[in-house]
């Protein structure tokens, strides 16, 4: 449903008796900030297309938000090659494990309305997920230190289609535990799945369902949306791979409805910074939730993890205190970090493996640029 935003376009409408008017003030507000930035643009711009010629990079797209209002967003090269369909600001694009801050922004929702406990043993709200040696908490599944293991073997080429997030726990719900928990940090998107399953027991709604209503379309994402391999999808893109020859090729099909909350959104660099500027300041969470997400944990000697809930905790020697994530998925690679201390947030996706994406170096540039 889109009647809030037309409900305020026709308020807005009535008020200056021109629904053109409304629209041009919005258009005149965003070239209004992307004139303020329009040499730290430039240079963006060319890094990105030098990026792109250098790493063979069909798609790319970047957007900046500063204090709250997203002062550049652009796409560039194709989404579709074989096609010719140029990427837009509106091409959706898979984001990996960008999609575990989704997923602890809904964790932080209901922790703060008292439906869920993040120190109780997961069984409380997924009581089908087998008992282990040792008992496994929501906090340590946010942080990685659940002691669930990560992916193996080809299980990311999965193209086995799960009817409910609970099917999707088959994948792994039987093996056991790879150290005991809080002993030692071990990347997991199987353990932010199996959080996933938790969000659905606390909230006694489908996860997909909770996260829509309460995450996304309070923050005006209309652009993310779980990626559904049967569906049509509006301004979708292809994804890509390239061969040991260095030929483009088509990324193998996959179905990641096993993985929403680990990694199966597609989004728009667009809405992912709306994401991370409604986090930088209390409004949409508490400032309790947002220690909560962006406090790095600790194992059980006491060693921070440098990864709070759903975050990576981190100090730019220019840029101040850093909170970002990235997400490789199968012909695609994304990054979203943020800058709380200069209000700068950065989100970038691609439709191939990219090492200018992934690694976040490229978004690390992109907000030097920006802070100048």
């Given amino acids: ?135 496994v908490t929501p906090r340590q599944l946010a942080g990685h230190l659940g002691g669930i293991r990560h992916y193996a073997g080809d299980e990311m080429l999965s193209m086995q289609p799960y009817r409910t997030v609970t099917d999707g726990l088959a994948m792994f719900r039987d093996d056991s535990l790879i150290f005991p928990p809080g002993t030692r940090y071990s990347y997991s998107s199987h353990g932010f799945n199996l959080l996933s399953a938790v969000v659905e027991g606390a909230s006694g709604e489908p996860f997909l369902g909770f996260v829509r209503r309460n995450v996304l379309h309070p923050l005006g994402m209309r652009s993310t949306i779980a990626e559904h391999p049967d569906s049509v999808i509006e301004h979708r893109a292809r994804y890509y791979v390239r061969a040991t020859n260095g030929s483009l090729l088509n990324a193998p099909y996959v179905d990641n409805s096993y993985k929403w909350a680990g990694g199966g959104f597609i989004s728009t660099p667009e809405d992912l910074v709306r994401l991370g500027s409604a986090l930088l300041q209390p409004g949409f969470l508490k400032e309790e939730s947002r220690s909560l997400l962006f406090t790095s944990q600790r194992t059980a000697d006491g060693k921070e993890t440098g990864y709070g809930i759903g975050w990576r905790v981190n100090t730019d020697s220019l840029l101040g205190r850093t909170l970002s994530h990235g997400g490789g998925s199968v012909g695609a690679n994304a990054y979203l970090v943020m800058y709380s201390e200069r209000r700068i947030v950065v989100a970038m996706l691609a439709n191939t493996n990219s090492s200018f994406v992934g690694s976040g170096g490229g978004a690390r540039q992109v907000a030097r640029l920006f802070a100048r």
């Fill in 1 to 135: 449903m889109r009647l809030r935003p037309l409900i305020a376009f026709v308020a807005y409408a009535l008020i200056t008796g021109s629904p053109v008017e409304a629209s041009q003030q919005v258009a005149s507000q965003k070239t209004s900030a992307s004139a303020r930035h329009a040499g730290a643009i430039a240079r963006a711009r060319a890094l990105v297309r030098d990026s792109m010629a250098g790493g063979k990079v069909p798609g790319m797209s970047v957007a900046v938000a500063i204090d709250g209002k997203v002062v550049w967003s652009e796409g560039f090269g194709l989404a579709d090659v074989e096609n010719g369909v140029r990427v837009t600001p509106s091409t959706k694009l898979r984001i990996g494990s960008v999609s575990k801050p989704i997923t602890t922004a809904a964790v932080a929702l209901l922790v703060q309305s008292g439906k869920l406990d993040l120190d109780a043993r997961v069984q409380e709200y997924v009581p089908s997920f087998p008992v282990k040696a040792h008992p």
